[in-house]
């Protein structure tokens, strides 16, 4: 079954460091998407991305993200200097058709930060 | 602007009962869709339902069912008969078909506890 994967699954960072996260959506998509979740907290939207290009971002995204498809497979999520609020889960997603066989979204398992 | 509220924080029930999850949303788009989303203690997100604007007939899936009702602008969410295994996180969402970028909005999520 085709799934969106994400490396790491968790990652240590001191604060002021530069993180990549990276995303690989299932390989037929083309929308892609960054969200995160605080521990106990809902889900929040950070940044969409169509054809090579942002196509939405949220309050959340500001200067010290960035997103970037390198290649044909990968997705990554830049935090240029991380703060301790930073810490989250964060999910990536692909929109498509998948498994159920509806168009949706389909998420990653996640990558856990944590800023020290 | 798209807002979803889950009023229930945290639900507790006993095996075998039957538990309804609430969901109101908020839109001014008349073309939307609305999702349920399972986040088990493993943490990933996995997705359950999407519901057309469009389409109010309820959806039944095994033991799962949606009762959508665009008069009173809620999703609600029934199991029927639960088990421990349904004890989860479960997130309402929201997508506008006039976003660009089709971002899903969350509510804060239901924490469903199944007792043996």
């Known amino acids: 079954e085709p799934e969106v994967t994400q490396t790491p699954s968790h990652q240590v960072t001191q604060m002021g460091q530069e993180v990549i996260l990276r995303c690989v959506p299932i390989?037929?998509?083309?929308?892609f998407y960054w969200y995160r979740q605080i521990l106990g907290q809902k889900v929040e939207f950070l940044v969409s991305?169509?054809?090579?290009?942002?196509?939405?971002k949220s309050e959340i995204f500001d200067d010290q993200f960035s997103v970037e498809r390198p290649d044909g497979s990968n997705f990554t999520l830049k935090i240029r200097s991380t703060k301790l609020e930073d810490s989250a889960m964060y999910f990536c997603?692909?929109?498509?058709?998948?498994?159920?066989?509806?168009?949706?979204?389909?998420f990653g398992p996640g990558t856990r930060l944590l800023v020290l | 602007a798209q807002k979803v509220t889950q009023a229930q924080t945290e639900i507790s029930v006993v095996e075998k009962e039957d538990v309804t999850l609430d969901c109101v949303y908020e839109?001014?788009?008349?073309?939307?869709?609305l999702f349920w989303y399972k986040q088990p203690p493993s943490g990933e997100l996995v997705f359950l339902i999407r519901?057309?604007?469009?389409?109010?007939q309820n959806e039944i899936s095994g033991r799962y069912s949606w009762n959508f009702q665009k008069s009173t602008s809620s999703f609600n969410f029934t199991i029927t008969a639960s088990q421990v295994v349904d004890s989860a996180v479960y997130f309402c969402?929201?997508?506008?078909?006039?976003?660009?970028?089709?971002?899903?909005?969350f509510g804060g999520g239901t924490r469903l506890m199944v007792k043996p």
């Open positions: 997603a692909s929109r498509g058709v998948g498994t159920s066989g509806k168009e949706t979204q389909y």
């Open positions: 390989s037929n998509h083309l929308y």
């Open positions: 991305f169509y054809n090579n290009e942002i196509s939405e």
């Open positions: 839109t001014r788009d008349t073309t939307y869709y």
């Open positions: 519901r057309n604007s469009f389409d109010e």
């Open positions: 969402a929201l997508s506008e078909a006039g976003n660009a970028g089709n971002m899903l909005t």
